[in-house]
T-cell receptor, first 112, second 113 residues
Framework: NAGVTQTPKFRVLKTGQSMTLLCAQD?????MYWYRQDPGMGLRLIHY???????AKGEVPDGYNVSRLKKQNFLLGLESAAPSQTSVYFC???????????FGPGTRLTVT | QKEVEQDPGPLSVPEGAIVSLNCTYS??????FMWYRQYSRKGPELLMY????GNKEDGRFTAQVDKSSKYISLFIRDSQPSDSATYLC?????????????FGKGTKLSVKP
């Protein structure tokens, strides 16, 4: 039981490049979340999903897109990366009817 | 006023000390309270989950909620160097959007041998 896994662990992008971060969970959780964590800003919710095929905007959605084609996977896309998107990205998942969330190990993204 | 306030520290204590970590909040509708531990360069790990007021104990950890004061605490007894991490509080109200879990910014704890 791996819990929540994230791919890749590290990535360096040039401004304007695109990339997709993959999150996978093996806990059969309905809910999945993408956060970014920046020094002094704490965890900020980017997008989330309450089930397969659904997505919703969080606190800081601009510049990101997401898709949840399969229940166990949640993808975060950056279409045209900007230096302001340099951050650590965490995926989390949670069970139906529950509010606690379980986090992955994170992806460190640097945009130059 | 921010919804959740947490002293960022850093907090440095000797091994064996009792540690008290705290968060205050402004939304009286919050009923679900969590504490996460985050080691350096790792993801947050759920430590404690409590509902409404009262205490919950798990080994060396005790979570306390005082809804009348809008104040939650995490106590660590017999602290160990392995407890050195950043501790995040999180909370939300019943119902509403599933995305409404509000996090504190974290308190960095260092336990010195």
């Amino acid at each position: 039981n791996a819990g929540v896994t994230q791919t890749p662990k590290f990535r360096v992008l040039k401004t304007g490049q695109s990339m997709t971060l993959l999150c996978a969970q093996d806990m059969n959780h309905e809910y999945m979340y993408w956060y970014r964590q920046d020094p002094g800003m704490g965890l900020r919710l980017i997008h989330y999903s309450v089930g397969e095929g659904t997505t919703a905007k969080g606190e800081v959605p601009d510049g990101y897109n997401v898709s949840r084609l399969k229940k166990q996977n949640f993808l975060l896309g950056l279409e045209s990366a900007a230096p302001s998107q340099t951050s650590v990205y965490f995926c989390a998942s949670g069970g139906s009817g529950r509010y606690e969330q379980y986090f992955g190990p994170g992806t460190r993204l640097t945009v130059t | 006023q921010k919804e959740v306030e947490q002293d960022p520290g850093p907090l440095s204590v000797p091994e064996g000390a009792i540690v008290s970590l705290n968060c205050t909040y402004s939304n009286s509708a919050f009923q679900y309270f969590m504490w996460y531990r985050q080691y350096s360069r790792k993801g947050p790990e759920l430590l404690m989950y409590t509902y409404s007021s009262g205490n919950k104990e798990d080994g060396r950890f005790t979570a306390q909620v005082d809804k009348s004061s809008k104040y939650i605490s995490l106590f660590i007894r017999d602290s160990q160097p392995s407890d050195s991490a950043t501790y995040l509080c999180a909370m939300r109200s019943y119902g509403g959007s599933q995305g409404n879990l509000i996090f504190g910014k974290g308190t960095k704890l260092s336990v010195k041998p």
